[in-house]
């Protein structure tokens, strides 16, 4: 475990999700997330902050946090307002954003991480909305860096973006929890179809806040604030280093302090990120710009029957209603395009087990090494399902199987496993007559081996039943050419 | 309420405006003058009074989320004090 | 021939419908009076050749109804590649990229822009003395304000530099330069007209409203600017359609008097020329009674407007940075280039306020301050509902003052904030009022307030009609 020995870890996380709208939070400007445009072609008088201009809240992204919220079993509030949140920054046109203070969309909630023996649950305190910050790109300076640039240039296409601000508690107790849980909530999140949320282009960034306390200990120590680690293993990283660090410190006879820190991955390092000036007095009160939003019951209650099966409940089906081993319901919700592809698949061939398998090795492989998405493949469920009704009847045997497969990825057959089987002349020998041909040749032509099993080295059977199978091309029924051996050696 | 000198500077780096010390000691006076009255607010009891932040009660104006066309850029560069070809510069930010 | 400039809007119209004269000809008109008049500083920007090229257009269109009427725009209205400055250094040489929803609706009208009026910068003032690009005169007494903060659109309206001027209401910034000028200035319901493209000042207080000479003007062209925007979330338009007034009477009307006594600072003049006015009222066959607001008119009611009003501005201004438009200053790293953009670019009035706000809203003073400031608030909308109760409106004069002399209040901001007593009130709420000149007191203007319940306004166009045909107010140069 990251946590150093004699010290329990107090992780809580803050987790930034850039919404997927068409349009940006307070203007309908294009919403300009993975794919932003040139620069500033994104841009109107509200989200460049032009004198006079004023916010006008999307709809979607209300209804989508709402969701989020509801997902999570928030209290949904029944009078949500949004708060100017004031400092001046560049990439802050306003010098204001628009966010939410202490009367947010979602209250509390929690997300339960399925694990092999049991759920892990971490607690909410809030979900709410706000609007992303502007992009500057520092010119000039070494690596473009901050020190030693000569300026930087603002691109206001991001600004404004929809970002849904989700805060746990700090329930989160090792570096690993917390990447595990982030990771399961990214999960959640894209099966909810509220964001792409894509780590390397910003629309997830995950923030931690991190301290120690001696085990048994009440109350909370000063904690740090880390920055914007941009992928699962990164936040695990940093985590663990902030709590050696905290540790140190602590054993070295110092107190830690209270500060925002930005991990370096490359050289396991972290630096205390300059202060926003002021930026411990944000002054935030009610925007006068916006309404207050009271969600009505008949939308929450459109929203909860919208709402997909969530990656954790899904999980917990496949293992109870299908009889699957944890870690294949797991891994079949890794996407819940995934998800609902296997359960079609399992839906024709009504075989749950083999479908989990084919699903989780040959057509996940296909996917990888091809680099397509679910809906890509050219697999259609109902071709696997056929194929698995193929061997499940003993058509083709394995080897076949995997040729069929091949087959149908390729597009022969018209996604017929059948005809593929037939084109390609791979159905599995179950002809007694045929086979004994075989095994009478393959008798033949090993004597000292045969007369070895006769006098009782029974092990040699598998060597005869290899010979068989090679011979036919892999074709042949196992158990019958088995059987056909013992008949033709006793 | 009272209001000193350091409470004006605090407000000035809040409010991020460059104040010579002639002026920070005009407006010192001034702030305290207009506080000494409208601080008297704090001394009312209001504990039962609701606040209002808006005099209209309306709610859950939202907009639908249909693009609308940006501005140029360059009609939006146009008023920049430095622009670049594509981009608005600023002097470095944290120096 | 009959000046052009002293003719009513709906004179103008009937003479452009029967071809007595063209729209350009109107528009020459009063570029000449504007040009005359210069030396009233009412104007900061004025285009003679787009406004000709327009009234020409308008011309050859020849469109009915307001098509050729001259209007004014105060300069806290974004106008499309025409200098908008809010009378601010900070904003100069700014073209917006866009047009305010009222601008935008005046053209589709087919009113000609003439230009943009000079105003205390950002709208905060009560006298026009706090324009970065000096100060306006008031058209009675040069040596006088004009009110403020649109002194420049009510100042170009009574000296028939334009028959309608729109400016912008946040404490009184419509309605007492409508009285110390002598002209009719209304400010609607908040929520009447769009604030879209009009440069913030107090968002839950700001509100656009017309100036006019009579009380018919004043409704066409708030006919023209009221409505509902997608632009602005808090803009719901009017119920109904504004209507034309026509009763010459006030029976069935009851008209809640505020008592002068025991309110410091209303000078006699104003106070005779009010009471006057409700003389009239009564012989009009109004039933006027006395309203009490036991709170909007206290110490408390306007700390409570300059502890909102400045609050919002501190986050409303906080814009101007220097880095998209308007005022840079040079500086080592961007935020010294922020302070000192702003400690140039603002005058000291602004200042003051951004001070105060960012104070009022800062941590440990919030709940004592801006707190206390929001359930004031409360206390005065519940003032209203009582009065309301027992009346149709509530009057009072619009400005405890007639006009004063420049430069006489410019050094005491608490004196000039008691200039807003009578109309605050009516911001903290968010309920219309209309101010018309009903008198003169040292031959200067006295206007008097009707304040009526949110989305009253065709009641006050109508009270206010019938009272300003019965006090037979003549406006500055009838004669001309």
Request: proline share 6%; with cysteine.
């Amino acid at each position: 475990m990251s946590v150093p020995a004699g010290w329990e870890a107090v992780i809580g996380l803050e987790i930034h999700v850039q919404l997927a709208t068409r349009t940006k939070m307070f203007c309908r400007c294009e919403n300009g997330t993975g794919s932003g445009g040139e620069p500033n072609t994104r841009v109107c008088p509200i989200c460049s902050a032009q004198p006079g201009a004023l916010p006008s809240p999307n709809r979607a992204a209300v209804e989508r946090t709402i969701a989020v919220g509801l997902a999570l079993g928030s209290e949904i509030a029944e009078h949500a307002i949004f708060h100017r949140k004031n400092y001046f920054y560049p990439d802050c046109p306003k010098a204001y954003q628009i966010s939410q203070f202490d009367q947010p969309l979602c209250v509390g909630g929690q997300l339960a991480v399925p694990l092999a023996d049991g759920d892990h649950v971490v607690r909410f305190e809030r979900v709410h909305l706000e609007e992303d910050a502007a992009k500057t790109v520092h010119e000039g300076g070494e690596g473009g860096r901050v020190a030693g640039s000569s300026g930087a240039v603002v691109d206001f296409n991001r600004c404004g973006t929809p970002l849904m601000e989700m805060v746990t508690r700090p329930d989160l107790r090792s570096a690993e929890e917390a990447s595990r849980f982030a990771s399961f909530l990214r999960q959640t999140i894209v099966a909810l179809g509220v964001s792409e949320c894509d780590m390397e282009n910003g629309s997830l960034r995950v923030d931690a806040n991190v301290s120690v306390r001696r085990p048994g200990e009440d109350g909370f120590r000063a904690k740090a604030e880390l920055k914007n680690m941009n992928s699962f293993s990164f936040l695990e990283r940093g985590i663990a280093r902030e709590l050696r660090r905290q540790a140190e410190i602590y054993e070295g006879g110092g107190e830690v302090e209270t500060q925002t820190l930005h991990y370096d991955p490359a050289a396991d390092e972290l630096t205390v990120l300059r202060s926003k000036e002021l930026a411990h007095d944000y002054r935030y009160f009610p925007e006068p710009d916006l309404v207050p939003i009271e969600p009505a019951a008949e939308l929450l209650e459109r929203l909860r029957g919208e709402l997909p099966e969530l990656p954790g409940t899904r999980i917990r089906r496949f293992e109870r209603e299908l009889g699957l081993p944890f870690a294949q319901a797991a891994d079949l919700n890794g996407t819940r395009e995934l998800a609902d592809y296997f359960e079609q698949v399992v839906a024709s061939s009504g075989d749950a087990k083999a479908s989990a398998n084919w699903v989780l090795n040959e057509f996940s492989a296909h996917l990888n090494e091809q680099r397509l998405t679910v809906p890509e493949s050219p697999v259609a469920p109902a071709s696997l399902a056929g194929l698995i009704a193929l061997i499940a009847d003993g058509t083709v045997g394995s080897a076949g199987a995997k040729q069929v497969f091949a087959g149908l990825v390729a597009g022969e057959g018209g996604g017929d496993a059948r005809a593929i089987v037939e084109a390609r002349g791979l159905g599995q020998i179950a002809d007694s007559g045929a086979l004994a041909a075989l095994v009478a040749q393959v008798v033949a032509d090993h004597p000292e081996q045969a007369a070895e099993f006769r006098a009782g080295k029974g092990a040699l059977i598998g060597f005869f039943v290899g010979q068989v199978m090679k011979a036919s091309g892999g074709r042949a029924e196992p158990k019958l050419v088995q059987q056909l051996i013992r008949d033709a050696l006793a | 309420m009272t209001l000193d000198l350091a409470d004006v500077r605090h407000a000035a780096a809040l409010a991020h405006i460059a104040l010579d010390e002639d002026e920070l000691a005009d407006l010192a006076g001034e702030l305290a003058g207009i506080l000494a009255h409208i601080g008297r607010i704090g001394e009312l009891n209001l504990a039962d009074v609701p606040p209002t932040a808006h005099a209209l009660d309306l709610v859950n104006v939202l907009a639908e989320d249909l693009p609308r066309p940006s501005l140029p850029r360059d009609l939006l560069l146009a008023n920049a004090p430095d622009a670049t070809a594509d981009g608005f510069r600023v002097p470095p930010i944290g120096a | 021939m009959t000046d052009r400039t002293t003719l009513s809007v709906e004179q103008m119209a009937r003479g452009i419908a029967a071809r007595e004269f063209s729209r350009v000809e109107l528009a020459q008109d009063h570029l000449a009076r504007i040009e005359a008049e210069s030396d009233l500083g009412c104007f900061l920007h004025v285009d003679g050749e787009r406004v000709l090229a327009r009234a020409e257009t308008l011309d050859q269109a020849g469109g009915s109804g307001l098509s050729g009427i001259p209007i004014v725009f105060k300069d806290n209205l974004c106008t499309q590649g025409v200098p908008t400055t809010a009378g601010s250094r900070v904003l100069e040489g700014y073209r917006p990229p866009y047009s305010a929803t009222v601008v935008e609706r005046c053209e589709a009208a087919g009113l000609v822009a003439i230009g943009k009026a000079n105003m205390d910068e950002f709208a905060m003032g009560s006298s026009n003395e706090n324009s970065a690009y000096g100060v306006v005169r008031n058209p009675w007494d040069r040596t006088r304000v004009p009110g403020g903060s649109s002194g420049g659109p009510a100042a170009s309206v009574a000296a028939g530099l334009a028959p309608l001027a729109l400016g912008t209401d946040t404490g009184g910034s419509i309605r007492q330069p409508a009285a110390l000028c002598g002209v009719v200035g209304m400010k609607p319901t908040y929520g009447v007209v769009s604030r879209y493209g009009v440069i913030a000042f107090a968002s839950s207080l700001d509100q656009v409203g017309p100036f006019a000479r009579s009380v018919r003007d004043c409704a066409l062209a708030l006919s023209v600017i009221a409505g509902a925007d997608d632009y602005d979330t808090t803009c719901v338009g009017l119920p109904e359609p504004v209507s034309l007034p026509e009763r010459e009477d006030l029976r069935g009307v009851t008209i809640g008097a505020l008592a002068m006594d025991g309110i410091e600072g209303v000078e006699p003049g104003v106070r005779a020329a009010y009471e006057a006015s409700l003389g009239v009222a009564r012989e009009l066959g109004a039933n006027v009674t006395e309203a009490t607001l036991e709170f909007s008119l206290t110490p408390h009611a306007l700390a409570a407007y300059y502890l909102i009003a400045p609050a919002e501005a501190s986050a409303n201004l906080a814009r101007y940075d220097g880095v998209r438009y308007g005022l840079r200053a040079d500086g080592g790293d961007v935020f010294e280039m922020f302070d000192k953009t702003r400690g140039a670019g603002f005058g000291r009035e602004v200042k003051r306020r951004c001070l105060i706000g960012a104070y009022a809203l800062s941590a440990g003073y919030y709940d004592a301050l801006y707190g206390q400031a929001q359930r004031v608030r409360t206390l005065i909308r519940r003032d209203f509902e009582k009065a309301f109760a027992g009346c149709d409106m509530v009057v009072s004069p619009t400005s405890p003052s007639v006009a004063f002399e420049l430069g006489a209040r410019s050094s005491d901001p608490l004196a000039m904030y008691a200039c807003d007593l009578f109309t605050l009130p009516g911001n903290l709420a968010g309920l219309p009022g209309l101010s018309i000149p009903c008198g003169l007191s040292e031959g200067l203007p006295v206007g008097l307030q009707l304040l009526g319940p949110a989305f009253s306004e065709n009641r006050l166009l109508a009270a206010g009609h019938a009272l300003e045909q019965a006090l037979a107010f003549a406006p500055l140069g009838a004669s001309r």
